[in-house]
């Protein structure tokens, strides 16, 4: 199992805690075309010089007025940010490994009820997630991850190099980790959370500088990069690669707010020290989750893309669908209890800890 795993410094989130809100109806400068026939193909130029986005003009079926506003039942209430320290463990996370299955211009966060009104996204895990996607659609659904009661939907713009489609082949890495200092008060997803991570219409320096940010773009030794590199080594073991980190502080109130982003908030540094803690408005510790991706794309890089614009408007949307007990077992195994596990909930280096799971990644029958 890969050892190499990274969570937000204390440094990086203290200077970069301001985004652009997400704007459906903004344009931001692009490099990249949206996909042909698009709806946000009418803003893309002969020169490249914009993206826009669509407004939505419907709400989710779970939105029980319209208002954008999805209530989390029951909301989380009475918690205060931990200011605990508890004994140092190196790692306190688990991996989930999901395929992509599909890829559509959908998107049942930012445009549910809209099919084909979205740039291109891949899917992974869920394989029926799609415009008209809800939680009881996705509970109900098959999953490319290897735990089969991971149903969660998520979704990345698709790469393009030209006009071809760039799907990541093989499961693809997602952790799940502590982004806080006390990794023992972290607990799991409600089932429906959903959220974007990033900004598709932000600028190179937003991207550069979100909180989010891990490693930029990276091909054999280029790193750190806002745009993609020119050139790539055009080895077979070499793929275009990303990491790229989620917020993990919720309000405990909602599950969806109308930027698909307020209800979620980074750890803030604790004054006087270089720990990370919820901000007093987030105060709900969840999982950090890391997208991993690699795509299998190398050599020339003048014409690869993303269908939502440049390099820089990389983001990414999660859909909570995991069964409850199977998530809990694997937080309360990994996360809280300190360990860094595999999909099964299983640390090589802590083999006497056990695994949360069975050998066929399902909660243990007693």
Known sequence: MPRRSKTLSG?????????TSFGLAGIATSAGAPVPGSDADAAFSATHSGHTMAVSTAASIEDPDGDGYIPANPPVTGVEPSTANPPHRYFHEFQANCSASHHAPDDPIVYPQQPGKSHDHTFMGNTTTNANSTTAS????????????DKSG????????????VLPVGPQTIYYKTGVADYTSVRPFPKGLRF?????????DDFRHSPGFVEGWECGDSY????FPASCPNRADVQLNIRFQAPSCWDGKYLDTPDH?????YPVVRPGTNDNMCPTDHPVALPM???KMAFPVNGDMSQVRLASGAAWSYHYDFFNAWDDATLKA???????GGLQCDARGYDEAHPEAGAALDANYQLPKH
């Open 11 to 19: 440094t990086l989130i203290a200077g970069a805690l301001l985004l």
């Open 138 to 149: 996705l509970d109900a659904g098959g999953t490319t991850c290897v735990v089969p009661g």
């Open 196 to 204: 974007v991570v990033a900004n598709p219409l932000q600028s190179a």
């Open 261 to 265: 982003r307020s209800h979620m908030a």
């Open 289 to 291: 989750i890391e997208f």
């Open 154 to 165: 998520y979704w990345v713009p698709t790469v393009y190099n030209g006009n071809k489609e």
């Open 330 to 336: 694997m937080v309360d195994h990994c996360i809280v």
């Open 224 to 227: 750190f990069n806002v745009d």
